[in-house]
């Protein structure tokens, strides 16, 4: 059975070699973004994902701040050095996603529904988790490459200050995209027996 959505979802890689070579506008970037979190599904359609699309010197802030966050725990210099090649990658693309969720909707929804309470933030992870994976693979469609990044809570109360972002939104990922100058690596499959099971 042929699938686009499957052939695009394979393309879909983590990029580390990203460039300024993207022929395509902030703006229209910005538009591919904020579809695919719309479109992105939601338990109860709480729509907690948040979204903020940086380009340029803003862009740049949030991998400065990756770098002084973290240098403050790499006490390694040769562990740092590496540190900093990594970031480096990251800043040379055009721009990153930060990925937040709206604690405040996640609680309201706890209050609203207390016999699913407990569930709420695991169902808002899984929303977020599904936004990240289609911001990612509209990139790629485009030519664009990206990988998904973790510095928080490192840099949770820095990021907020800089943008001035709401206290409510909780930073959960970074993803820093660009033009592709390098081909992603060789990914690994686990035994299909291991993942899957087929009942008829």
């Known amino acids: 059975m042929k699938s686009n959505f499957n052939q695009l979802a394979a393309q879909r890689r983590s990029i580390y070699a990203l460039g300024k070579n993207v022929t395509a506008t902030p703006e229209e970037i910005y538009q591919l973004v904020t579809t695919a979190v719309r479109n992105s599904p939601s338990a109860f359609n709480s729509q907690p994902v948040r979204a903020v699309v940086l380009f340029n010197q803003a ?11 973290l240098a ?17 990658s990251f800043r040379a693309g055009i721009g990153t996603v930060l990925f937040l969720t709206d604690t405040a909707s996640v609680h309201k929804l706890e209050e609203q529904f207390p016999a699913y309470a407990d569930n709420f933030a695991d169902w808002a992870e899984q929303a977020i988790g599904g936004s990240q994976q289609a911001v ?23 990021i907020h200050q800089a943008f001035d972002l709401p206290a409510d939104w909780q ?4 993803m ?9 690596g060789d990914k690994e499959y686990l035994e299909e027996k291991q993942v899957f099971k087929l009942i008829k």
């Open 136 to 158: 990612w693979t509209a990139l790629a469609e485009q030519g664009i490459g990206a990988s998904l990044q973790h510095y928080n809570p490192l840099i949770d109360d820095a």
């Open 171 to 174: 930073l959960r990922a970074e």
């Open 59 to 69: 862009s740049n802030q949030v991998w400065e701040i990756v770098a002084e966050a």
């Open 72 to 88: 403050k725990v790499v006490t390694d210099p040769a562990a740092f050095e590496q540190t900093k090649q990594k970031i480096a």
């Open 176 to 184: 820093p995209f660009g033009s592709i100058e390098g081909p992603a």
